[in-house]
Nanobody, 128 residues
Framework: QVQLIESGGGLVQAGGSLRLSCAASGRTFSSYAITWFRQAPGKEREFAAAISRSGGNTAYADSVKGRFTISRDDAKNTVYLQMNSLKPEDTAVYYC?????????????????????WGQGTQVTVSS
């Protein structure tokens, strides 16, 4: 089983950048596809970005496409979310989630799925 810890959140001005990290414990990290979700105050949790086991396939929500980049470093058991050109509407708690993937190209983007592990979340606040 894998356990996840997010870090890298904080307060940033609009137009700024942050890099979130999702660090995993466990020797089988490379068997998991990783998804970033976010939840703004008073709103439902929504998909932000996803990456396959291999790292070769990624997906983004339309609202973040072109501004966010997801990547993984299996040697460090870590997935990153580089967030550029941040907007006040990006303010949310960001969560990473892991789901075992039988195929290396698979990624998951639905919050309705059952994920094998979730992190505790990291707060991102973008001021205008």
């Amino acid at each position: 089983q894998v356990q996840l810890i997010e870090s890298g959140g904080g307060l940033v001005q609009a137009g700024g950048s942050l890099r979130l990290s999702c660090a995993a414990s466990g020797r089988t990290f490379s068997s998991y596809a990783i998804t970033w979700f976010r939840q703004a105050p008073g709103k439902e949790r929504e998909f932000a970005a996803a990456i396959s086991r291999s790292g070769g396939n990624t997906a983004y929500a339309d609202s973040v496409k072109g501004r966010f980049t997801i990547s993984r470093d299996d040697a460090k058991n870590t997935v990153y979310l580089q967030m550029n050109s941040l907007k006040p509407e990006d303010t949310a708690v960001y969560y990473c989630a892991a789901k075992f993937a039988a195929y290396s190209a698979t990624y998951y983007r639905s919050e309705r799925l059952t994920y094998d592990a979730w992190g505790q979340g990291t707060q991102v606040t973008v001021s205008s």
